[in-house]
């Protein structure tokens, strides 16, 4: 599948303490991420496979209502994905796909 895919920004929310941005799955990012999946591996599965722009990865608990209350009011946005990256959380690194 390549690049450039359509992308429709939707809600901002918490994905486990990560403050998220969500994004629509479209069938193209979903095959585009199953490809790299069954690639390279070390992703989510197509089945657990959460499409989302991070904002912010530690919000402490103490500040998630807050970071919420303020990005609610963020309209839909859509636009285009023109590269693809994996990021390592145990070393803090980003890597081009």
Known sequence: MPLPIAATLTEVRL???????????SPCLRALHEA????VGGWP??????PHLSL???VP??????ALQ???AVPPMSGLFVAARTY?????????L
């Open 56 to 58: 912010a990865l530690r």
């Open 70 to 72: 303020l990005l609610t």
């Open 88 to 96: 390592d959380t145990e070393r803090r690194t980003a890597h081009p």
């Open 45 to 50: 599965s197509p089945e657990e496979f959460v």
């Open 36 to 39: 790299v999946w069954s690639s």
């Open 15 to 25: 994905l486990g303490r990560a403050l998220v941005w969500a994004v629509e799955p």
């Open 61 to 66: 608990p103490s500040s998630q209502a807050a």
